[in-house]
């Protein structure tokens, strides 16, 4: 009996030695707590460095809160107007077959292969004071650029293909027998959409809303570039943050940013958790 | 017989679907960039070329590129090893590492960037700790390094996983049984396996840091020629209301980031067919 205690503990021949494991998994967190998670403490320590009190005062000033509704109308007009576009795309894409299909969804994941700053560019050049059709909205008084409808397409591009890349592969994998089935039955399109497709699609649906709400709301570079940064007009709480920084306003722009954070790691949770609940109704390759 | 443009189908809404898709589609994503399309081809090749071909321009280009690529590798090997140890080992607080990874997904690239650049400056932590030992991190190329590290982190972790969850233990037994060392089966077995979905990460992270803004301003310190990127070559060309050289090297940009998709494409069929996919 003694003897036994003596032998070495059993190892599978398909795992690592314990001290490869350990020393690879300390050193993977170790690196994490670098480069991700002191960043994050550094946002909320920078923010109350002068107390909660200083860190409060700042978002109550109106530069913060003007950001803030700015930044929720922006998300407000997006976020609708990104998860209709990824409904109908996807409806088209997955419910038919028709030439150019792979073209078409090429196109739709153009802008994740374009610097958000070349997309500005794009919307400047496109709705500048400078071009044909810039020049013309001017005069009529309806800017693009400088102005809220530039900072909405510029969110709308970086933002683009969100909701659809998610509906997709779920829509795809869900076939199209259950519609047909309900058109047999004497359904009528949108009655079709609105009870057989869209329960199944749901919480996909919320997923790639998610997403899109995060990037949307802080986005940086596209709408630096067409807003023009006018202090309680164009300027969004990623510029504001900016604009504070810039002016050593510390403590002002770590809140505001704290807010951003925060806004971060509540999706981050909703996005998990959504991925734990509801894992077989999320595109196949989210796992957990 | 050629195969029709649109197969018949009794499924409803083809065409207002495709009308709301085509109509965002063109006005969101395709006018700008044909906008942007345009305007070089009114400025023309040579003159794009006159841009682009000075040393300021051609360094910022370069410094992107160069860094991105560099920041791409080291996430390449990080996020393998991070997605092994996801998947692979048991430690308290995992499924909390594991739903952290993708926060440079959801912070905001402006935040990242301020909080980077307290940790990273000389009177940070981390930018006392490299003060002490000599060298400077933020506002250098060390630091933009570190900042387009942070933004390109989730992308290899996150198409690597599912990959790893999928492999059968049978195969790595097998190899064990026939004598292969640990670390000759990680190598020969396990690696190879990986490698295409390592290499999809890759290209999604390369991708995004090439273009990367918000987060490697605040940190880079921005001095032309030495920690001066492209996009911020376009932001400054812009604010001097000099379009035809900002869309110059948006051009120049735009056609980095479409001949690195399209060499990580061909790299990915070949990778693919070598390991018997597809």
Known sequence: MSDISRVKPFRSPTDEAPLARWSLTIGVIALLCILLYAPLAVVFTEALAKGAGAALKSLTKSEASSAIRLTLTVAAVVLPLNAGFGVAAAWAITKFDFRGKAFLITLIDLPFSVSPVVAGLCLVLLFGANSTLGGWLVASGHPVIFALPGIILASLFVTFPFVARELIPVMIEQGRAEEEAALTLGAGGWRVFRTVTLPKIRWALLYGTLLCNARAMGEFGAVAVVSGKIRGQTATMPITIEMLYNEYLSVAAFTLAAVLALLALVTLTLKTALEWRYADQLAATHRH | ?278
Do not use: C
């Open chain 2, 1 to 278: 017989m050629t195969r029709p443009l649109l197969q018949r189908s009794p499924m409803p809404g083809f065409g207002l679907s495709m009308g709301i898709t085509l109509t965002m589609l063109s006005l969101v994503v395709i006018l700008p960039i044909g906008a942007l399309l345009f305007k070089g081809a009114e400025f023309g090749v040579a003159n794009i070329w006159q841009v682009v071909n000075s040393q300021r321009v051609w360094t910022a280009l370069f410094l992107s590129f160069r860094l991105s690529l560099l920041a791409a590798l080291i996430n390449l090997v990080f996020g393998v090893a991070l997605a092994w140890v996801l998947v692979r080992y048991d430690f308290p607080g995992k499924k909390l590492i594991d739903a952290s990874v993708d926060l440079p997904f959801a912070l905001p690239t402006a935040v990242a960037g301020i909080a980077l650049t307290t940790l990273y400056a000389p009177n940070g932590v981390f930018g006392h700790l490299a003060q002490t030992l000599g060298t400077k991190i933020a506002y250098t190329q060390w630091g933009i390094l570190i900042a387009l590290i942070f933004v390109g982190l989730p992308f290899v972790t996150r198409t690597v996983q599912p990959v790893i969850e999928e492999i059968e233990q049978e195969v790595e037994e097998a190899s064990a049984t026939l004598g292969a060392h640990r670390l000759m089966t990680l190598r020969r077995v396990i690696l190879p396996m990986l490698a295409p979905a390592a290499l999809t990460g890759f290209a999604l992270a390369l991708a995004r840091s090439v273009g990367e803004y918000g987060s490697v301003i605040f940190i880079a310190g921005n001095l032309p020629l030495k920690t001066e990127i492209a996009p911020l070559l376009i932001v400054i060309r812009l604010e001097e209301f000099d379009y035809n050289a900002a869309a110059a090297i948006g051009i120049a940009m735009l056609v980095i980031a479409f001949t690195m998709l399209l060499v990580i494409n061909i790299v990915q069929i070949f990778s693919r067919r070598r390991i018997g996919l597809v």
